[in-house]
């Protein structure tokens, strides 16, 4: 490996030089099955024909121009998902963080507007928002924050899934302006909340004049089954932050609002210099189309739910193994010990996973995998988790 690269990343002994669907190969022709997805990303897999081909004739078109000007591809694709989601107005950016900065500035200014000089946030433990200063401080993972102290103020945290816990808060708080969750915990350990917290956390918000904003990084564009995870429930947010998925690969981020919220920024108050150009949103766009025409959300509810419970057929009565959980092809599997160990394991045997919180193997598979290409998955993954536990 090269000394010239900052060493942000324990980075795996490979190298890919081409994917095709749910495979990946690498410099010596090794192929290897992908259940990470480039951590949610490649929710189409790798080279899909129709997402090549119109990056190709994007790219030989126009790729950027900025945002002093309209950009034709992006006012589609603001109106495509807020069609998809029922909010009403679009942010893009270029990731996941600066979609979360967005929706951490619109719950400030919120706050200014309504005459609180220090407004707060509630945020929760375990959660994941970003690495930038105001998602890092947002973040409830102590690893992620240590060592850039001092962090951003503003962010009230309590446990995820207590809902009480927020609303006792309120009695306690007169600065508190908005809730920052994620539907679903991804880094945090694939958490699922009970079905009505979301709807606990709207009423609160509404009692309170508080906005509920959903960070949908990991769990929007399909990757719960769903378009967007809060539509499991009948709950709508104020605000809604995405990417990953969005541009299959193409850095895209956005950031979509509703009522008050969308109309808090006005011109200069945020911006951005890439941020929804043709080329990402072209990205994009081709994306929600090859979804629906594919219809990856039914795909991703069925092989989701086939390796949840196949996996638990096949780890039944083993020894270590806490629980199988997750949404659609969200899915964790926790053990009884740190088990980081079983990424590189499961390397050696061309399959590729990850490990969250220490202790949960975590499968993010594209979401265009199949039953057959799933089976492979749970035959390798649940061998290579009973030799670890044996």
Avoid at 222 to 251: C, E, I, Y
Avoid at 278 to 290: D, G, H, I, K, S
Wanted: aromatic share 6%; net charge negative; charged share 20%.
């Amino acid at each position: 490996m090269t000394d010239f690269l900052m060493q942000t990343y324990a980075r795996q002994p490979v190298a890919f030089v081409r994917g095709e669907g749910v495979w990946l190969y690498d410099e010596k022709g090794d192929k290897y099955l992908d259940a990470l997805a480039g951590v949610a990303v490649d929710g189409l897999g790798h080279a899909h024909p129709k997402l090549t081909a119109a990056l190709c004739e994007q790219a030989g078109t126009l790729i950027h121009t900025s945002n002093i000007y309209r950009i034709l591809k992006q006012e589609e694709l603001a109106k495509q998902l807020c069609g998809l989601s029922g909010l009403e107005r679009a942010f893009f950016c270029n990731s996941g963080a600066e979609a979360n900065e967005a929706a951490i500035k619109i719950a400030r200014l919120y706050g200014h507007n309504k005459g609180i000089d220090n407004p707060a946030i509630v945020v929760m433990e375990k959660s994941f928002h970003g690495r930038t200063m105001a998602t890092l401080s947002a973040t409830g993972n102590r690893k992620v924050q240590a060592g850039f102290e001092p962090l951003v103020t503003g962010f009230v945290r309590v446990p995820f899934g207590d809902a009480e816990a927020v609303a006792k808060l309120a009695e306690h708080h007169n600065n508190i302006v908005a809730v920052l969750v994620e539907p679903f915990q991804g880094e945090g350990g694939i958490n699922v909340p009970a079905a009505d917290y979301l709807a606990k956390l709207r009423a609160i918000c509404d009692t309170n004049e508080w906005l509920l904003m959903l960070d949908e990084i990991q769990t929007g564009v399909g990757r719960t089954g769903k378009w967007f995870a809060f539509q499991h429930t009948n709950v709508m947010p104020d605000v809604m932050t995405l990417a990953k998925g969005l541009g299959s690969g193409v850095p895209v981020g956005a950031c979509l609002a509703r009522g008050i919220a969308a109309e808090t920024f006005v011109p200069g108050k945020h911006g951005s210099t890439f941020g929804g150009n043709p080329l990402a949103c072209v990205a994009a766009l081709t994306t929600l189309q090859v979804m629906a025409e594919e219809r990856l959300l039914e795909n991703a509810a069925d092989v989701g739910a086939y390796i949840r419970a196949d996996l638990a057929q096949r780890l039944q009565g083993v020894n270590g193994v806490r629980e199988i959980r997750g949404q659609g092809l969200l899915i964790g599997i926790e053990l009884d010990r740190p088990c980081g160990d079983l990424v590189a394991q499961a390397l050696e045997q061309k399959l590729l996973i990850n490990v969250t919180s220490d202790t949960v193997v975590r499968l993010l598979p594209p979401l265009i995998m199949s039953r057959q290409e799933a089976t492979l998955l749970t035959e390798k993954l649940a061998g290579l988790i009973r030799a670890f536990l044996a």
